[in-house]
């Protein structure tokens, strides 16, 4: 109730303002749509002007598995798209509706529909950023790490249909991500954890460990990554769903031809093999951003799989399309879980990762920011050659970043990450950290939610 008034602002932007193109299909099933934010005109409409192209961020929003929802990125939309970047808002179906693998596989869905079209949408296919919050950072994450795992092995990975090249995603940027799922699992507890134990189970039958040995659960949790499992026989096909007309057509609603952009200068990218760290004190530097604690690792050789071509073994799905819902059912912490993803990541996938930005705050009470660290330390272990960073932030909740730093105005740091990994020049760059936004709801309001913050 304290953010009411940003959130009434927020309502009437999504609904009314003709930059927003809502409910573009991207697949057959539930839930499956998109939103997409185009950057305005100087009359407050799309830019259309043939030949020029806008940076792309593909944004995969949180919601506990649980409750989210694609209007949920409206307030990054809007600013990324004040700022002359084209965001596509994926939805995706939520438990009890859909598991975890069923989320993954619109995630998948989605990203790879867009990847197809980002011509027609306007997007530059060079500069596409893939962004996830939360729940969306644990499946967008997840996503990027088994293409890469599918791309480097020419075998089929959990979670990883339809495939997409990893290559065309030029960095990733996970914001409180839900990224070490044991570790959220301890955390939590409880309700909750009753509740994640039916998220993310999966068909025992169709598992099997790293080592070879059969599928197995222990302590509640299929032990091992699985890159030779079967999988759906729909999940293969989904990307082959669509018409060739609803593939090559401009969205409904959307720009006729490539939007306009002015020229955006980029930077380049790769980072060298030393790892390095500093910590800055809290307190607020000259310019008044919230300090930061980071914990850079530097770690481009893009390879995939056609986008949505189905690897080998993945023609072995049949079997799991009549089990996966009837046979014995564990839940997949480990085999699920990004951190472990990572750990057990061979060289060459590490090899086909884009830039990797982790960001979360050190008050978050709902996903412990231990997991992000930890994330960005398992991907350097594993080789990863573009730079991996993690930023911790002291003071900040799990909510601040999309809600109350947002809605407040001023510097907005989720803002400058963001930007900064679009436009190559990270977040301390001054053309991309001076920037300040408006406010959508008065400051004191937004100081006392976060203080009511229970998450």
Known sequence: ????????????????????????????????????????????????TEGATYPLVIYVTGGAWTIGYKAWG?????????????????????????????????VNTGICWVLRRVHRLGGDPDNVTLVGQSAGGHLAGLSLLRQAEQAASGRSALGATPSWSPGCIKAFVGVSGAFD???????????????????????????????????????????????????SASEVAAAATLSAEDRDAPPPGGPAVPPALPDIEQGGGGGSAAVSSAIIAQ????????????????????????????????????????????GTRVPAYDALSPLEAARRMGSDAAALLPDVLLVHGTAD??????????????????????????????????????????????????????????????EDDPAIGGRVYSSLCPGFLCTAAGWVCPF
């Not at 992000?372 to 993690?390: D, H, I, K, N, W």
Request: proline share 6%; net charge positive.
């Open 181 to 231: 799922l044991v570790g959220l699992a301890s955390h939590r507890g409880g309700t909750f954890r009753g509740l994640l134990d039916r998220i993310l189970a999966v068909d025992a039958s169709g598992m099997s460990s790293a080592d070879g040995g059969g599928g197995g659960a222990a302590r509640g949790v299929v032990q091992g990554i699985v890159t030779t499992a079967a999988v």
């Open 365 to 426: 009470k709902t996903v412990p920011c231990e997991g992000s660290a930890r994330l960005a330390e398992a991907l350097q272990a594993a080789g990863a050659t573009r730079p991996v960073r993690c930023v911790l932030v002291p003071g900040k909740t799990h909510t601040a970043f999309l809600l109350e730093d947002p809605m407040r105005g001023g510097r907005d740091l989720l803002m400058d990450c963001v930007l900064g990994a679009v436009l190559g020049g990270g």
């Open 74 to 106: 409206a307030l990054l939309g809007r600013r990324l798209s004040e700022q002359g970047v084209l965001v596509a808002c994926l939805d995706y179906r939520n438990f009890p509706q859909g598991d975890a693998l069923d989320m993954l596989e619109d």
């Open 1 to 48: 109730m304290l953010l009411l008034p940003g959130f009434l602002r927020m309502i009437y932007y999504y609904f009314f303002n003709k930059c927003v193109v809502r409910g573009v299909l991207y697949g057959d099933k539930p839930r499956q749509r998109l939103d997409l934010y185009y950057p305005p005109s100087s009359r407050g409409a799309p830019a259309t």
């Open 283 to 326: 307190g607020s530097d000259k310019h008044g951003e919230t300090p930061l604690l980071r914990s850079p690792v530097s770690s481009s050789a893009p390879g995939s799989l056609a986008d949505g071509q189905a690897p080998a073994g993945a023609a072995a799905g049949g079997a799991m399309a009549g089990t996966r819902r009837g």
